[in-house]
Every structure is written in structure tokens, then in C-alpha cells.
């Protein structure tokens, strides 16, 4: 089966780093996503990894060991409006997505 | 159009009326799907069209739910009988088949069954 686990809440602190855990279980593995979802709206794609290693674009970097059934979502130089949901996801029967419950960041000033 | 567009954003019905939820994708991708987002919960997937292939409706929770899309394009959630459980945001999202299928979410429906 799926199975995706990811913080419930973190805080953050503006201008810090956050670095947002995610592990997963799954049968077969065809990459991990990260979504970014405000209050309300719709979620926003952030960041695909298929291959182990960290990929960097700008202030978000996401990193990926599949042997270790891992991945994070670093986030530098927070600002208020990183303050949202970050969705970990991982397709499962190649086109449907699995999510976790999300992580709730909040960043204060 | 730019993005994918859901109407109502918000729907207040009755327990037990029948409400029926759109999503017009983004034009040219050719899968779609719905997912349902309750309170703490992460999104659970309903149901997935792509192309003219007969839809994967392994998410639907009870017959109450049906869904269907219209030339490819336009879709059509449809919730009958609404129970109190049902209330939740559904999402739809489109994508291009292939490659790194990144969904692209609308802002949702907000159900809520009184």
C-alpha cells in the first residue's frame, strides 16, 4: 500500500530556515512532488524529484533518497508569505497522486 | 483558459439534496481529476479521466458520487442524497499526460451540507 507521513505544524521564525520532513511507503516509485497550498486556495506546484539529491530553485530546495524513502522541502530566507501548507505526494498506478495531510508553517516576524 | 476553474467556490445545501460541482480544466491537457480535502485530512483522490479512456473512479466513497466529463474537456462532480460527511473542499486538477504529469489545482468548491 501508500502510506505518507509529514509533520502536522511547524513554526518558523522570518528570514530562518525550515527544513519540512516527509517519508513515505510505496509500491513502486515513479518520483515525490511538494505543493505549496495557501489558506484557501488552490494548492501550487513546487517541486518534482525522481532521482536521489538535492535540486535548488531559489529560496526552495528539495532533496530526495529513495533507498531511505525520504524527502525534504528546505525553505531559506523565510518570509510571511511562505505562512501555508506544504503537500508531500507520490503517484501511485502511475498517473493518480497519494497525498500526505500536509504540513501548516507558520512563520512569525 | 489560464487556469483551472471550479464553480460554485462555495455551495450550501440541504442533507440530502443532490448538488452537482464543475471543473473546466486547462485547455489542452487531457487528464483530470477530483479530489476531496476535509478538515485536517490530506487530499483523498475520487476520481481520474484521461482522454477517452473509461474513467479510474477507485476513490468514489459510496454510489452517492458520480462524475463525468463532456467532450474531453468540462467535468462534472455530482454528490446525490448529501449527508452531513460530505461537506468538505473538492478539488479538481488537470495535467499533460506524460513526463513529469505536474497537476494544476483549482481554488476548489467548498461543500457544505447543513
Known amino acids: 500500500g501508500q502510506n505518507i507521513d509529514q509533520p502536522t505544524e511547524m513554526t518558523a521564525t522570518e528570514g530562518a530556515i525550515v527544513q519540512i520532513n516527509c517519508t513515505y511507503q510505496?509500491?513502486?516509485?515513479?518520483?515525490l512532488f511538494w505543493y505549496q497550498q495557501h489558506a484557501g486556495e488552490a494548492p501550487t506546484f513546487l517541486s518534482y524529484?525522481?532521482?536521489?539529491g538535492l535540486e535548488e530553485k531559489g529560496r526552495f530546495s528539495s532533496f530526495l533518497s529513495r533507498s531511505k524513502g525520504y524527502s525534504y522541502l528546505l525553505l531559506k530566507e523565510l518570509q510571511m508569505k511562505d505562512s501555508a501548507s506544504y503537500l508531500c505526494?507520490?503517484?501511485?498506478?502511475?498517473?493518480?497522486?497519494?497525498f500526505g495531510t500536509g504540513t501548516r508553517l507558520q512563520v512569525f516576524p | 483558459g489560464a487556469g483551472v476553474s471550479q464553480s460554485p467556490s462555495n455551495k450550501v445545501t440541504e442533507k440530502g439534496k443532490d448538488v452537482e460541482l464543475r471543473c473546466d480544466p486547462i485547455?489542452?491537457?487531457?487528464?483530470l481529476y477530483w479530489y476531496r480535502q476535509s478538515l485536517g485530512q490530506g487530499l483523498e483522490f475520487l476520481i481520474y479521466?484521461?482522454?477517452?479512456?473509461?474513467?479510474?473512479k477507485s476513490g468514489l466513497p459510496s454510489d452517492r458520487f458520480s462524475a463525468e466529463r463532456t467532450g474531453g474537456s468540462v467535468s462534472t462532480l455530482t454528490i446525490q442524497r448529501t449527508q452531513q460527511e460530505d461537506s468538505a473542499v473538492y478539488l479538481c486538477?488537470?495535467?499533460?499526460?506524460?513526463?513529469?504529469?505536474?497537476?494544476?489545482f483549482g481554488a476548489g468548491t467548498r461543500l457544505s451540507v447543513l
Open positions: 486538477a488537470s495535467s499533460l499526460v506524460g513526463g513529469e504529469n505536474i497537476q494544476y
Open positions: 510505496t509500491s513502486g516509485f515513479n518520483g
Open positions: 524529484n525522481v532521482l536521489d
Open positions: 505526494a507520490v503517484p501511485f498506478n502511475t498517473d493518480k497522486l497519494i
Open positions: 485547455s489542452g491537457h487531457t487528464a
Open positions: 479521466f484521461q482522454g477517452n479512456s473509461a474513467p479510474d
